[in-house]
Structure formats: C-alpha cells, structure tokens
C-alpha cells in the first residue's frame, strides 16, 4: 500500500463511503488493499443475492456487477486526473458455481491505460479458497479527462456531463 | 407452453431477482421480454442516477436465462460466459430486455439480448450469453 499516497487512500474510502445509496453501498463493499498493482475488495455473503431457497448459490450477475464495480476503483487508483468513467464492455467467464456463504474476494487491476481507454482485468474467489476461481472478468473502460476530479463530481454532484 | 403466470410466480421465489425487481411480459420457445423497476439499489452513479453496469448484465442474464428456459423449478438455467457492449447510460425508470434463442444445442444454448429504456432502436446495452443445459 506504501505508493499510493495518505490523501489518496482517504479519498478512496470517501468516495465509497459517501455515495450512501445504489448498488455498492448495498453490496457492503470493504477495501482490503490498494496498491498501484491492483485493488483486492471483500463482499459479505448476502441471501438477497442468490438464486436457490436455500440461498447458497449466488447468481453470475452479482459477480459480474462485483468486477464492473471494482474495475472502476482499480481505475481510480491507477490514473490521475480521471473525470468521467464508463464501462465500454465487459466479459465474464463464469468457471465454477458460486456455492458458498463465505464472504466474496475480489482482485483487480488496470493493465494498460491510455489518453481515452483503460483495460481491465479481475478474479473472484470465496475468502479461504483463493484455489478455486469462481469467475474471472476483463473490461475496457471510456475516460474522460478535466479539470473536474471524478472524485469531486462523485462527492460534491459537479459534473460536466 | 408454460403461462406467463406461472413464469412470474417462479421468477419471484429466486431472491435476485426479487432484488432486480423484474416481470416476464412475453415469452415463447425462441424469445422471452421482461421490465425492470428503477429501485435506488439498482444505482451505479450516485450523481445521475444511472444504473450500474452490472444490475444491467444482471438484468440481461436473468431474462435470457428466462429464454433458454422458462420452466426451471428451483434454480434458473447455468451462465457459461457473457460479454456485454454498454452504449448509453440507463437512466432512472423502467428498462426493458429481449433475449432471443439464436442456438439452442443438446449442451449449450447461445443467446443474444438487447435493452433499452424509451425506444428499441436506441439500446442501452447488447450482449451474447452462453448457457449450460446439462
């Protein structure tokens, strides 16, 4: 964690901490580790987000909503200036059933980054079975660049779009 | 074929897709339609109010699991993979899916799904599913 900056780390946590609504503060999301390398991010097992009545399945979308979210924050860390992120495409590659109620470990990274274009590419496993990779994802992500932080229109509502 | 009614009963004993907050509206052996509820915990950017990313290929994977087969009694049909092309942001309000059936194999079913918000020629997302059927 050591190259990424004090004020940065703090702002990471903000950012997360103070959308206060929407999809990743109902994922219940923790930042383990942050690194110029890659992000390594928990989920906490949920019911709501299975399939079966027995709920121990979870379904592909939460996983691939789970790297589409933690892609994002890779892309955060890794690039200076970002104003606006969307995700251009994703694909996942669903490799074993999610069967579990341990919680849910993501790993990702930004593996080139351009003027325009970031890519992408992340790993889910279940917390204590880092051998047995449940999906693995890749995406390229649309920037914009400016004067207005993605952080200050994510905390603030500025944004110029 | 199976009744609308029936797939909507058991579309709502799967929790998400209570949590997506879908209803089949058309269905037959090669397609099936569904809208979604706007819900605050469907949001990816907090400042717009857009969708996330992944409630939409959520979205998407549920109604083409719908497709490939309506009348699953516990758990929907197995995803192998996905890739999905995002062309515009889903705004807040209802967003629609159609999955069609463009192969259906012994093994492994192929799909191709659109969605949209306001009219279908402007998609909001498109992609290819691939689905297990053993």
Redesign the interface.
């Known amino acids: 964690m050591s190259d990424i900056s004090k004020t940065k780390m703090e702002q990471i946590a903000q950012m997360w901490n103070a959308?206060?609504?929407?999809?990743?503060t109902?994922m219940a999301l923790d930042i383990e580790d942050v690194s110029s390398e890659g992000v390594r991010v928990r989920m906490p097992f949920n019911?709501?987000?299975?399939?079966?009545?027995d709920?121990t399945?979870?379904?592909?979308?939460?996983l691939?909503?789970?790297?589409?979210?933690v892609f994002g924050l890779a892309n955060f860390v890794s690039i200076e200036g970002v104003s606006t992120m969307?995700?251009?495409?994703?694909?996942?590659?669903?490799l074993r059933?999610a069967r579990s109620r341990s919680d849910v470990i993501v790993r990702a990274h930004c593996f080139r980054k351009t003027r325009h274009i970031a890519f992408n590419s992340g790993s889910i496993c279940f917390d204590g079975h880092e051998d047995a990779e449940i999906a693995r994802g890749t995406a390229s992500f649309a920037l914009t660049r400016g004067d207005v932080s993605l952080f200050d229109?994510?905390t603030k509502?500025k944004?110029r779009? | 074929m199976i009744d609308l009614q029936t797939v909507n009963a058991n579309v709502s004993r799967v929790p998400f897709f209570r949590f997506l907050n879908f209803e089949v509206q058309s269905l037959d052996n090669l397609h099936a339609e569904a809208e979604m509820t706007f819900e605050s915990r469907h949001i990816g950017n907090p400042v717009m109010e857009h969708y996330h990313g992944g409630i939409i290929a959520s979205f998407m994977e549920a109604t083409a699991a719908i497709a490939v087969h309506p009348d699953f009694a516990d758990v929907p049909a197995k995803p192998i993979n996905l890739t999905v092309d995002y062309l515009r942001p889903g705004m807040k309000g209802p967003l629609y899916a159609r999955a069609d059936v463009t192969r259906k194999g012994k093994r492994i079913a192929s799909l191709s799904v659109i969605t949209w918000q306001i009219e279908r020629e402007k998609p909001i997302a498109e992609g290819l599913y691939h689905f297990l059927l053993v």
């Open positions: 959308r206060g609504k929407g999809l990743i109902h019911p709501d987000f299975c399939v079966d009545s709920q399945l979870l379904h592909g979308g939460i691939t909503a789970l790297l589409d979210s969307a995700t251009l495409d994703l694909r996942v590659d669903y059933p229109a994510m509502g944004t779009d």
